[in-house]
């Protein structure tokens, strides 16, 4: 049954290997619980109470409750699969309920700090130091997420109407517009790769050997050379997403736009982002109003 799940959410859901491996491990992570607990290895006999009892041990081990929302709501989309396919009568999940967390807002880098990076960033003029530039470069001037920045194709690049095509989630394609310094970069980086021939590859970014790059790869390079420059709490590539997204709202993009750009589903997941902005409308006004003193 797990099995023929994973296969649907690769399949018919279309989500990403690294989405998948989350469900898979939040799944073999309930069922050796359940096998422990119940002495059960029938998934047919699990209960609200089992469940209930996965998410107390959970608790108990420290696990924060976005972290534990994240296993329950594995859970739920896995039974709500064996209804529809008829393996279950049940849903065991009904009455499990999500629990209480605090709203956390994204982090993101100040404009003037990223301005100050890209002024004082060193890179050489070779294919590793232009690919590296290249990728910050289009994680902060587009929004793309790493899976999409790992996926794109040079023919992705379109220089005359200066955009991108992306490939997103459940391999929906969307348009995004470059602005200048990443269209010059791409174009450097591209006739760099050019007179390489190992590097003759379909996908815009590659390794130092031409293969397609992977997340650590990524999550590397952005550290590297961020970390160099600005001090933070973190320095994963997803930061640079959620400071596109801050940058833009803060300088009026509408979020209907934004939301499109960032390739949300829905307005819901975009919002969070307008937290930040009213953060700064707010200080805004305490240092303007007279009547904010």
Partial sequence: MKDAFLKFLKFEKRLSIHTIKGYSIDLKQFIKFYQVYSKETNLKNVDHRSIRSWIV???LKKLSNRSINRKIATLKSFFKFLIKREFLSVNPT??????????????????KDMRFFFKNLKSENNFKGQRDLLIIELLYG??????ELINLKSKNFNNE???IKVLGKRGKERIIPLNNQSIK????????????????????????????????LISRIVKKNIS??????????????????????NRGA????????LGHSSLAATQIYTHNSIEKLKKTFEKAHPKAE
Avoid: C, W
Wanted: charged share 25%.
């Fill in 185 to 216: 970069q791409i174009k450097n980086y591209i006739q760099i790769k050019k007179k390489t021939p190992i590097l003759k590859n379909e996908y815009l970014i590659t390794t130092i050997k031409g293969e397609k790059t992977y997340p650590m």
């Fill in 94 to 111: 009904n009455k499990i309920q999500s629990l209480k967390t605090n709203s956390l807002l994204p982090k993101f880098i100040k404009e």
């Fill in 142 to 147: 587009t929004g793309i997420r790493v899976s």
């Fill in 161 to 163: 109407k200066e955009e």
């Fill in 254 to 261: 509408d979020l209907n736009s934004v939301k499109d750009l």
């Fill in 228 to 249: 160099q420059l600005i001090d933070s709490e973190n320095y994963n590539p997803h930061l640079l997403r959620h400071t596109f997204a801050t940058h833009i709202l």
């Fill in 57 to 59: 041990d959970l608790s």
